[in-house]
C-alpha cells in the first residue's frame, strides 16, 4: 500500500509490513514485506527498509539510506546495567546497513548510539550501546563492537574484528582482520592481529583521501618520535609538540595519544 508523503511523493508500505502509527516515515521511504517499524521511529526521505526489517522504537534514520534483510535496529541495550530508562540509536544520511547487522540503542551512560552518514556497514556487523561513529566508516563483515566504541571519521575495520569496550579508533585509521582491539587505534595509523601490532601510517589510505604529501611527511615525523625512537610516550609527546608544526592533522595524532585512558597499541 502507500500513503500521501508530500506533493507528488508517497509512502510505500509492503501489505505484509508492520508500522506503528507513532512511527514518522519521510517522502519516497519504501518499507518491504514483513518489515516491523515501531513507535517513536523516525526515518529519512528516500530511505530504503528491506524485507524483514525490524526497526523496534525510538530511532532516528536519515535520509537516502538503505538497510537491507533481516537487520535488526534500536533494540535494547544488552547491558544488565539497563533499567529501561528512555534512550536512542540516531543513524545519519546515506548510510547503508547490510543484512542481519544489530544495532542497540544507547544507555544513560550517553543515552544514544550515533552512527553517522556515508558509512557502510556490512552484514553481522553488531554496534552495541553507546557506541559512537563518525561519518565515511566502513565495517566489514562480523565485526563486533562493545558497549562505548568510538570511532572517528573515515576508519576502515576489516572483517571478524572485536573490539573491547571503550575503545577508541582515531580517524583514517585501517583495522586488519580478525584483529583483536583492547587498546586505542591511533589516528592515520594501521593495526593488525592477534594481539594487534601497530603497522605504520596507513599510507594507502591518506592517499586515496588526498592528503598531502607535505601533510603526510609530517604525519610520518610525529610517528617515528611517537613509536621509532628510544623515548617513553609522555617524553616522545612533549618532544613532537616543541620540535613539529602543529598542523591540525598533528595536533590530532598527538592529541589522541595524549589523551588515551586504555592506551594505544603499538
Request: charged share 20%.
Amino acid at each position: 500500500m502507500s500513503r500521501e508523503a508530500g506533493v507528488g511523493e508517497t509512502v510505500e508500505i509492503h501489505e505484509t509490513a508492520i508500522v506503528d502509527s507513532a512511527a514518522e516515515l519521510g517522502p519516497g521511504v519504501r518499507v518491504g514485506p514483513r518489515a516491523i517499524i515501531g513507535p517513536r521511529v523516525r526515518i529519512g526521505a528516500g530511505t530504503d527498509i528491506g524485507p524483514g526489517v525490524l526497526v523496534e522504537k525510538n530511532t532516528e534514520i536519515g535520509e537516502g539510506c538503505r538497510i537491507f534483510q533481516g537487520a535488526v535496529l534500536g533494540t535494547d541495550p544488552q547491558d544488565l546495567k539497563y533499567e529501561g530508562e528512555e534512550s536512542w540509536l540516531r543513524v545519519g544520511d546515506r548510510t547503508m546497513i547490510r543484512e542481519y547487522a544489530t544495532l542497540n540503542r544507547g544507555t544513560s551512560w550517553s543515552g544514544e548510539t550515533v552512527v553517522g552518514s556515508d558509512c557502510l556497514l556490512m552484514a553481522y556487523v553488531h554496534v552495541a550501546h553507546d557506541c559512537h561513529l563518525g561519518n565515511h566508516i566502513i565495517i566489514s563483515n562480523a565485526t563486533q563492537m562493545a558497549g562505548h566504541v568510538t570511532i572517528e571519521d573515515w576508519v576502515i575495520v576489516s572483517g571478524l574484528v572485536a573490539m573491547h569496550q571503550f575503545v577508541r579508533v582515531g580517524a583514517h585509521a585501517f583495522v586488519g582482520g580478525a584483529s583483536r582491539i583492547a587498546q586505542d587505534v591511533v589516528p592515520y595509523c594501521r593495526v593488525s592481529g592477534n594481539p594487534p601490532k601497530l603497522y605504520g601510517l596507513n599510507s594507502v589510505g591518506l592517499d586515496r583521501r588526498g592528503f598531502s604529501a607535505e601533510t603526510r611527511g609530517r604525519l610520518k615525523k610525529a610517528y617515528r618520535i611517537l613509536f621509532q625512537s628510544e623515548l617513553n610516550l609522555s617524553q616522545a609527546l612533549v618532544r613532537a609538540r616543541e620540535e613539529l608544526e602543529l598542523t591540525p592533522e598533528v595536533a590530532h595524532f598527538l592529541d589522541f595519544i595524549g589523551s588515551s585512558e586504555r592506551g594505544v597499541t603499538i
